[in-house]
């Protein structure tokens, strides 16, 4: 049987491996040095599976890096044309209404297309930590405050209510206070309010609150809007996901994937509750720390 | 396999429990420590007891060393004296005897003595020094009490001393004395070493070689070993070790010898060890394992996070060990304290040399052995809730447990019924046995006059029979006892307890009645058996035959005596003798073989027949030489040539225990004679015992005068009067009600605290129940009596139980016992259960409404929140 | 795959009498996943849990746990299995009354005589929030306080899947979020796979993926 310092030795040895700090000790005649011998040359193998791996990723990253920089001039130079295309559409006597339509298409296309390209470039860099979350105490309600401020234009234009319920709110001193990110966090939440704007049918409100909890502060978007079919719930965070019925809206199906990957690295989460035709709410959970 | 070490966490998990669970604890620490009080205290009575008897061994023996080789030239001393395995050695030089007339019966041996031989010779001067000059002496203060010197340092004393046969007759002063023991086999007179040398220089030649009977100037040295584990073997190895001659005399100490308890102790000692475990046993049993129910949730909780069985099991026993060592250490003391407290009663029963009676003594021993059975019964008792505990299955942890819970209610009832009816029925059982002690019969077999007098000795059974003075009532006390007017009858016996040669004729009969009688065939069969030098059966018989001898004593007695004894047969077939007939000179009474057993008596001889007695007049003895245990040499009279004359038998008797002498031979075939026929056979003697009987009003002063006498005038005399026997027969009694009730009341408390126990952790198991019950209308009435009803259910079967084995133990097992045993006399008594069992009912009735009452503290809701 | 069971099938009594608890279920879970499983009150959800945790044994099928078939482990190996294997979290909470909030969650690592790996336990504690309460004893938590610790205990062996029997079940709506909350993000934060079984709905939504079970059948 083994002696208690071999045992030691090697669970050593497999502590060091998992942190990443193994070398070889000593070459000898035992048996253990072999072992190590052995081991360096399998942690070695699997370490450069690891490094090739690692590397496909950076150049798949870098891929996509060059794709959102370098189609940013031809986009830019394609809405410059198109709408140099439109001026002067204007003053041609025999464009027909079809024509126009056509232009205002592409147009369309083109701002997806650049929502598209900046969206998955975000995306590109969260997943492979090239933009790191910060995480700080922050006051949520402040924050909150803000975004909604400056979504009261997006909405109005929609003829939907912004509003930011704080009756309840508590404004005692560490109430609010949570860890995130707060350029990420915007992202999310303006991306969430952004949807329900999108998804609101007009006249309707958007209640935006905070709930404290003794992890998490929590922020509540309620809509009005038509919910979400109990099936899909689990589906709405997916990446691309777009419902049937939505299909028209603009939208790419990245905002709740980012939001989601943006809370997750905050320690916190987003969960959905929504009633068909009734409306849905989302609630970003920030982790107190 | 090298297992991961997990030690750490269970001692974690099992202190924790206990730290924080402190109350359920609490009660079995407590249990714990009633055991090992019961042990304890078991240990401290037994220790002292044979301590005593050893110390008394030594007293008797003179030493305390555990060995000694005798006869020793210095060279030979030299050779052993350094031997490693010998702790400590001293010697003592003979010298001679004392021979002043004084001393007759006081059998004095002068020695010189090195200092410490002669402090493990018990006479190493209390007052005064050793002796240094010539004629500087120590001796005992009996010794100077009997030779009329004041006891005081520097009493002058004229001394006759025999040093091999010549004989210094010189004034001495007594430089120191020591507290002699009447016990003691011989007293000590030590002299100085310039005596010594003047008188009896060391002897330079081998005692085989040395002139016979000169036993002058040798070393006697005493030892010890390291222990006093199998001495034989280790002085064999110490002679072979050292070369010194084969055939040295040597001694071992008996003291450390063991087997000073008989048959009877151990079982009795047996029985309370029993006893004692299975009362802790019950009690710690019963609570550990309810504990361990209340605790299975939390059990089954370690299992699922992944706490293997044997892991569970080590919890538990883990528990077990904290609990000991808490507990054990609580009960030692009190332990010590009441076995304090029962030992003077108790020993004053012990059939021992009333050497420091009572005298308590604890050594760690005492404590480790009584820690080492209390922590037995604790891991014991530990086994089945440890297999309870790793047996838990998590699931079923997990749930909610009443049903599983139901199973158990009869086990744990058994325990309860088990332990409370222990107690009643040992309460009965006591009970019975204190109250047909029967006081007649007692004082009947002790004492058949007011008072009984003789010498100190004789009824001392700490004294070996040979050792005892058979004719000890000395004629001055006889005439002084003539002169008290309180008396109103006197009687005497006489006695010579040796044996008594046969005619052919009679010793035909012998063969025929008793030698190849059956019962005494099979008794000789089973003592003969031919191993370690001891002769078979047949070689026994043909012994026997060749001598044509049987042990017996020849009595005289007096009218008075006369009147007293018991008769077995006469040649007419009335019970009735006549005094007249009896002293005419021409007849004599016979016993019966083994008459001291009850049941049976085979006379030796039939009314009318003739026999022989034979004289013991010292005119005509003579001595053969024999050799003690110690190689000591000494004279055996032989009676062989002495003239006998014919009686005729005129009745086969028996002697009540009170008047004869109390030590029995193998046949025990004694011949009783008038006092005056006897005097006239056999010269004169004085009697082994008088027996008085005082006028009914004056028991007092005679009391005073006699308690006078033998305290003063004569104290080697003692007296036994209807009083004393009264008081022990008290004492007896008083120890058999103590010793009996202390352990029926602490069995009792067992009982309760386990029914207690069971009660509080079925009420709890069930709070959640009972809410229930009341959430839905039960009404905290019906819900008491619901409660109570369950503990009556117990009472009901403690009472069946207990009614049955304490009737059926009571005529079976305490009949027996009590029949064999003169003093008592059986009666069936139930009397204690029936009195008893209403207060239990009480308590068993009370104990859970009180439960109740705590539980009710925490509200309804609360209680129903609980999972 | 980390968990795979297939075809489990629980049957209690015979004939007339004989309940199906399971009848023939199979489940995949994948590493790091967070599983729910939702059933009402007897649709065998509880028995399925218990299964795969080894705390008992099917009629029939197999359970695969780390490439191990627990269906061939008995006894004591089975228990030291589910020490190192699996963590577990239940709905009474199930803590040692008897030992401190610290000594309850290295209590798994104690029984295997491991040494504690002091970093991560306390990031674990930290993330759960217990950090201040580990000199305390479990009776003095609140609810939500205790089912903390039990998901730190659960996480301590570092196992190959935490399985959690309705872990809010006993907790107020709000301490219930906090609870769950804390569970989903340790689970990701930790890359832990989580199996959770509940009756609610909405708690169920918390699970990446919901598996809903009904008389003893996936549905």
Redesign the interface.
């Known amino acids: 049987m083994f002696g208690n310092k071999t045992i030691e030795r090697i669970e050593k040895m497999l502590d060091s491996a998992m942190d990443g700090t193994f070398s070889e000790n000593d070459y000898d005649e035992s048996k253990l040095s072999r072992l190590e011998s052995k081991w360096k040359r399998y942690l070695h193998s699997s370490q450069l599976a690891k490094n090739q791996l690692d590397e496909t990723k950076s150049n798949l990253e870098t891929l996509i890096a060059d794709i959102s920089h370098q189609t940013k001039t031809p986009m830019a130079n394609l809405k410059l044309y198109s709408e140099l295309l439109g001026e002067r559409m204007n003053n041609m006597p025999d464009v027909t209404d079809e024509d126009r339509k056509l232009l205002s298409q592409i147009n369309a296309q083109m701002e997806k297309m650049d929502f598209l390209i900046m969206s998955l470039t975000k995306m590109s860099r969260l997943e492979s930590n090239i933009i790191e979350v910060k995480p700080v105490n922050a006051d949520v309600y402040s924050f909150v405050r803000e975004i909604t401020d400056s979504m009261q234009g997006s909405a109005n234009k929609n003829g939907i209510t912004l509003l930011f319920d704080d009756k309840d709110s508590d404004m005692s001193d560490n109430a609010n206070k949570a860890l995130f990110d707060t350029k990420w966090t915007r992202e999310a939440l303006s991306n969430i309010i952004d949807n329900a704007i999108k998804y609101s049918p007009e006249k309707s409100t958007i209640t935006v609150s905070i709930i404290p909890y003794e992890m998490y502060v929590a922020i509540s978007v309620r809509d009005e809007g038509m919910g979400i079919e109990e099936g899909e719930v689990a589906r709405i965070f997916d990446r691309f996901y777009r419902s049937d019925e939505n299909s028209d809206a603009e939208g790419v199906g990245l905002g709740l994937y980012l939001a989601r990957e943006i809370l997750k690295r905050e320690n916190g989460y987003i969960k959905v509750k929504s009633q068909k035709n009734k409306g849905s709410e989302f609630i970003l959970y920030l982790w107190r720390g | 396999?090298?297992?991961?070490?997990?030690k750490?966490?269970i001692r974690?998990?099992s202190l924790?429990?206990?730290?924080?669970?402190i109350k359920k604890y609490v009660i079995l620490i407590f249990a714990v420590a009633l055991t090992s009080l019961l042990f304890t205290a078991l240990f401290t009575i037994g220790g002292s007891t044979v301590k005593e008897m050893q110390l008394s061994t030594m007293r008797q023996v003179g030493g305390s060393s555990h060995a000694g080789l005798k006869y020793l030239t210095q060279k030979e001393y030299d050779m052993v004296k350094d031997d490693p395995a010998i702790k400590d050695i001293s010697y003592r030089i003979t010298v001679g005897d004392v021979t002043n007339k004084e001393l007759n019966k006081l059998r004095t041996e002068v020695n010189y003595s090195e200092d410490e031989n002669a402090k493990g010779g018990f006479c190493y001067p209390e007052e005064g020094s050793m002796p240094k000059k010539e004629n500087e002496i120590v001796t005992s203060d009996l010794v100077l009490q009997k030779l009329g010197v004041p006891v005081e340092v520097g009493s002058k004393v004229k001394l006759s001393i025999n040093i091999g046969g010549q004989e210094i007759t010189d004034d001495f002063i007594v430089s120191g004395y020591y507290t002699g023991d009447v016990i003691n086999a011989s007293q000590m007179l030590l002299v100085s070493k310039e005596f010594q040398e003047k008188y009896a220089p060391i002897k330079t030649t081998i005692l085989p070689e040395t002139a016979y009977n000169d036993y002058v100037g040798w070393i006697m040295a005493d030892f010890n070993f390291g222990n006093s584990f199998g001495l034989e073997k280790k002085i064999d190895g110490l002679i072979k070790r050292t070369g010194i001659r084969e055939d040295v005399d040597y001694g071992i100490n008996w003291a450390y010898v063991g087997g000073s308890f008989d048959a009877e102790t151990m079982v009795l000692v047996g029985i309370m060890l029993f006893t004692i475990f299975l009362a802790g046993y019950l009690i710690i049993y019963n609570i550990f394992y309810i504990n361990v129910i209340s605790d299975i949730?939390?059990y089954g909780?370690?299992?699922?996070?992944?706490?293997?069985?044997?892991?569970l099991k080590k919890v538990v026993k883990k528990r077990a060990r904290i609990v000991s060592v808490i507990g054990i250490p609580l009960g030692i003391l009190p332990g010590i304290f009441v076995g304090m407290c029962l030992l003077p009663m108790i020993s004053n029963q012990m059939n021992s040399a009333n050497v420091g009676k009572g005298q308590v003594h604890v050594n760690i021993l005492t404590i480790l052995v009584s820690a080492a059975f209390t922590y037995a019964t604790v891991i014991f008792s530990a086994n089945r809730p440890c297999k309870k505990a790793g047996s838990v299955s998590?699931?079923e942890a997990?749930r909610t447990r009443e049903n599983e819970d139901a199973g158990r209610k009869s086990k744990k009832g058994r325990v309860v019924v088990l332990s409370l009816s222990l107690a009643l029925v040992i309460l009965n059982s006591v009970f019975s046995m204190a109250k047909g002690f029967s006081m007649d019969k007692y004082i009947e077999q002790m004492i058949v006059s007011d008072y009984s007098v003789q010498n100190a000795t004789l009824d001392n059974p700490g004294i070996a029979s040979t050792d005892k003075i058979l004719d000890g009532v000395t004629t001055d006390f006889i005439s002084e006892l003539k002169e008290r007017p309180e008396v109103q009858d006197v009687g005497n016996v006489y006695i010579f307890d040796d044996y008594h040669l046969m005619d052919d004729e009679s010793w035909k009969k012998i063969q025929e009645r008793i030698l190849s009688n059956e019962r005494f065939l099979s008794e000789i069969n089973e003592m003969y058996t031919g191993v370690n030098g001891i002769p078979t059966a047949d070689e026994y018989l043909d012994m026997r035959n060749s001598e044509k001898e049987l042990d017996g004593a020849t009595y005289g007695i007096s009218k008075m005596i006369f009147d007293k004894l018991e008769v077995v047969k006469t040649a007419d077939g009335s019970d009735k003798l006549d005094w007249d007939k009896f002293n005419s000179g021409n007849y004599v009474l016979t016993t019966c073989c083994k008459d001291y057993d009850d049941d049976i008596c085979i006379p030796y001889f039939e009314p009318g027949e003739v026999i022989q007695v034979g004289s013991r007049d010292e005119k005509y003895v003579t001595y053969d030489t024999a050799y003690g245990m110690s190689g000591e040499e000494f004279e055996i009279p032989n009676y062989d040539n002495e003239p006998t004359k014919e009686y005729e038998v005129y009745a086969v008797v028996k002697i009540p225990y009170a008047i004869r002498f109390q030590s029995f031979g193998e046949f025990q075939c004694d011949y009783i004679l008038p006092e005056d026929e006897f005097l006239n056979l056999n010269g004169d003697r004085n009697p082994m015992r008088t027996l008085v009987d005082v006028k009914d009003d004056q028991e007092v002063e005679f009391e005073k005068w006699i308690d006078n006498y033998t305290s003063s005038i004569n104290p080697d005399m003692k007296y036994n009067s209807k009083n004393t026997v009264l008081e022990e027969y008290k004492s007896f009694s008083d120890m058999l009600k103590v010793v009996g009730f202390t352990l029926s009341f602490i069995l009792g408390i067992i009982g309760l605290l386990n029914f207690a126990n069971t009660m509080i952790s079925s009420i709890i198991v069930r709070a959640r129940e009972l809410a229930v019950l009341e959430a839905v209308g039960m009404t905290g009435k019906q819900q008491k009596i619901k409660l109570m009803k369950e503990g009556l259910r117990y009472f009901v079967w403690t009472s069946l139980f207990s009614i049955v084995v304490s009737i059926l133990l009571n005529i079976t097992a305490i009949k027996a016992f009590m029949n064999g045993m003169a003093m008592f006399s059986w009666q069936f008594t139930i009397t204690p259960v029936l009195i008893c069992l209403p207060i239990i009912g009480v308590l068993v009735a009370l104990i859970p409404l009180l439960v109740y009452a705590r539980m009710c503290r925490v509200s309804v809701v609360d209680r129903l929140r609980v999972? | 795959m980390i968990l795979q069971a297939m075809d489990l099938k629980k049957y209690y009594g015979e004939g007339e009498a004989q309940v199906k608890a399971l009848d023939g279920v199979s489940l995949s879970v994948y590493r790091g996943e967070f599983v729910s499983i939702v059933g009402t009150s007897g649709s065998g959800k509880s028995t399925l849990l218990h299964m795969l945790g080894g705390l008992d044994n099917p009629t029939s099928g197999r359970i695969i746990i780390d490439d191990k078939d627990i269906s061939e482990l008995k006894g004591d190996a089975l228990c030291i299995f589910r020490r190192r294997k699996i963590g577990f979290v239940f709905q009474s909470f199930n803590l040692v009354p008897s030992l401190k909030v610290y000594d309850n969650i290295i209590l798994p690592l104690e029984l295997d005589g491991c040494k504690v790996d002091k970093d991560y336990i306390g990031s674990v504690v930290a993330s759960l929030g217990i950090a201040g309460k580990l000199d305390t004893y479990p009776g003095k938590l609140s609810g939500g306080q205790q089912q903390r610790v039990a998901i730190a205990r659960a996480l301590a062996t570092k196992p190959a899947i935490l399985l959690a029997d309705e872990p809010t079940g006993n907790l107020d709506s709000k301490t219930s979020q906090d609870v769950l909350g804390l569970l989903k993000t340790t689970g990701q934060k930790f890359k832990q796979t989580i199996v959770m079984i509940t009756h609610d709905e909405e708690i169920a939504q918390m699970a990446d993926r919901i598996v809903r079970i009904e008389d003893g059948r996936i549905v």
Do not use: C, D, F, H
Request: aromatic share 0%; charged share 20%; proline share 3%.
């Open positions: 396999m090298l297992n991961v070490n997990n750490k966490a974690k998990i924790s429990g206990i730290t924080t669970n949730r939390e909780l370690l299992k699922t996070i992944g706490t293997t069985t044997k892991q998590p699931i997990l999972e």
